[in-house]
């Protein structure tokens, strides 16, 4: 059974910080990329980071660049983002993606954790 089960979402303050994790069983976790969406009230999902299978290739929203970073444990099945100068726009459900590298049908998503920054 594939899971995907994030977590380390809660309130802060703008300029705080946060760490999400997200804890992955059910299926071959190094042969996944590895992303955090988020989606706010009223708008779209989008993507915030997404980290290769081996790690070796990040990219960012360029709305969190220099602020976050994802990363990733294969020996722990676990991905990470750890979010620094938090923003009151950065208030949002947080989800945790994975996608095979090749077969494009295998794409997984955990539950989210929300994310509220507000003083």
């Known amino acids: 059974q594939v899971q995907l089960v994030e977590s380390g979402g809660g309130l802060v303050q703008p300029g705080g910080s946060l760490r999400l994790s997200c804890a992955a069983s059910g299926f071959t976790f190094s042969n996944y990329a590895m992303s955090w969406y988020r989606q706010a009230p009223g708008k779209e999902r989008e993507l915030v980071a997404v980290?290769?299978?081996?790690?070796?290739?990040?990219n960012y929203a360029d709305s969190v660049k220099g602020r976050f970073t994802i990363s990733r444990d294969n020996a722990k099945k676990a991905v990470y983002l750890q979010m620094n100068s938090l923003k009151p726009e950065d208030t949002a459900v947080y989800y945790c993606n994975a996608q095979h590298t090749y077969i494009k049908a295998y794409k997984y998503w955990g539950q989210g954790t929300q994310v509220t920054v507000s003083s």
């Open positions: 980290i290769s299978s081996a790690g070796g290739s990040l």
